[in-house]
Every structure is written in structure tokens, then in C-alpha cells.
């Protein structure tokens, strides 16, 4: 069970436990649940329908599920269509902790600060945390980021469909932690650059993979979805 006097490996640890019994286990069920009710609702095949499902594990660990289709596919065809995101949520002594096993096996985390600040310079005007975690992760689930060295530390500066994310790079384990958030109307001009630069090198690793005689398609596939999640554009 996640609590607050964890330390980074030992959350780690849980965390990616988890993770494997879920997507062992229960995905499969989520998954066809979620067709039914596209059928049921008889949901446009076009439609993303973001849909949210709350688990509990057995090791008593809140998990919020988010399920949607493919940015990149036009129609819904069944569950090969659909998407997978899930991200853990517990209270340490600051207040509302986001964890998840993301991209290679890392381990990244959100803090309340951050999603305060989503809230507050989206607008959403939410006053429940979760429903902001659910704001944040229906609208930004995908994003692309970068390490940056600085004299003290590694930071982090990620772009996503709303704006850019801030944070931390941690090792042992390697740890992304997303501090806070803000909009594009905020950034300054370096940033303004390094997005630019994130957003052509995505593209770029696109166009790089279809010139290679071989290239593994899973990877391909990741890369041009969250290109179309965070521009709402297809690659070139």
C-alpha cells in the first residue's frame, strides 16, 4: 500500500508491482467494458469518448484508469483502437500525490502543486483535486519531454496539449517529477524555442522510422500518437 514515508524506490517498487498485476489482469476486463459501452451508447466510431474507470487493488492502492480511442486511427474499430492510461493517487504530508510507471519503466510522479496550477491557469475553476487529475490527464495525457542540465540539477521541460510541464529529473531510480504547470501565454522565449525544438524532433523520429528499412512499428505507432495528441496534427 502506497503511503507517505516511502522513499523513491520503495514507491517505485509498489508502484510498478501494480502496474503489472493491473495490465495482467484487469486491463483485458476495463478494455471490453469500455467497447460495450461505446456499442451500448452507440458512441460515433469517429468520437474519442474518454471514459474514466476507478480500481482499487488488492494491495489497496487507489488507481484511476483512462481509456479513449486513437488519436491517430479515424475510426473506432473495437479495443485495438482504444488507448490506455493509468496513474495512482495516495496523500503524503504536503497533500494530493499523483504516481504513475510511465515511457521505459520510469517512475513519474505529480504533485498538488502542479495540478493547482493547471487548474488555475486553464481556468477550469475545479474545486475537488481529483476532478482536476482527471481534467489534466483527458486533455493531457501525452507528452513529450526533454532533460535539461543545469548547474545544481537535471530538470525537466515537457510539452503537452495545453502547455508545459516543469519539473525534476531524479536517478536511482530515474524519477520524472512534474512540479508545475503553465501556459503557453507564459512561456518566455527560451522556452517558447525548446518547445519548438521538441515538437520538430518528434516529428523528425517520425519521418526517420518510414526511411529505415526496419523499424520496430510499436515504437513508430507511440511516436505518432503523441505527436497528434499534443499538435492535433498528422506527421508529414
Known amino acids: 500500500m502506497l503511503v507517505a514515508s516511502m522513499n523513491s524506490q520503495e514507491l517505485y517498487n509498489e508502484i510498478a508491482k501494480d502496474d503489472r498485476k493491473l495490465r495482467e489482469t484487469t486491463l483485458k476486463r476495463i478494455m471490453d467494458e469500455y467497447d460495450r459501452e461505446r456499442k451500448k451508447l452507440k458512441i460515433k466510431k469517429e ?3 474518454f471514459k474514466i474507470y476507478k480500481v482499487k487493488t488488492a494491495a489497496k492502492n487507489n488507481w484511476l484508469l483512462y481509456i479513449h480511442k486513437c488519436h491517430t486511427e479515424e475510426q473506432y474499430r473495437g479495443p485495438e483502437s482504444a488507448r490506455y492510461m493509468n ?3 495516495y496523500y503524503d504530508s504536503v497533500g494530493l500525490k499523483v504516481v504513475s510507471i510511465g515511457y521505459e519503466n520510469m517512475l513519474t ?5 502542479f495540478f493547482k496550477r493547471y487548474n488555475e491557469r486553464i481556468g477550469l475553476n475545479l474545486s475537488q483535486p481529483l476532478d482536476i487529475v482527471n481534467a489534466f490527464f483527458a486533455n493531457c495525457g501525452y507528452v513529450h519531454a526533454d532533460v535539461i542540465e543545469k548547474k545544481d540539477r537535471l530538470s ?47 516529428q523528425m523520429q517520425v519521418i526517420r522510422a518510414r526511411q529505415q528499412d526496419t523499424y520496430n512499428p510499436l515504437i513508430l ?3 505518432k500518437e503523441i505527436f497528434k495528441a499534443i499538435t492535433g496534427r498528422c506527421t508529414a
Request: aromatic share 12%; glycine share 8%; hydrophobic share 35%.
Open 87 to 89: 496513474v495512482a493517487y
Open 156 to 202: 525537466l521541460f515537457g510539452v503537452v496539449k495545453d502547455g508545459l510541464m516543469l519539473g525534476d529529473y531524479h536517478q536511482n531510480p530515474v524519477t520524472l517529477e512534474w512540479k508545475t504547470f503553465i501556459t503557453r501565454d507564459l512561456k518566455k522565449a527560451e522556452q517558447d524555442n525548446m518547445e519548438k525544438d521538441l515538437i520538430e524532433g518528434l
Open 47 to 49: 468520437n474519442n469518448y
Open 109 to 113: 510522479t505529480y504533485n498538488g502543486h
Open 221 to 223: 505507432a507511440r511516436t
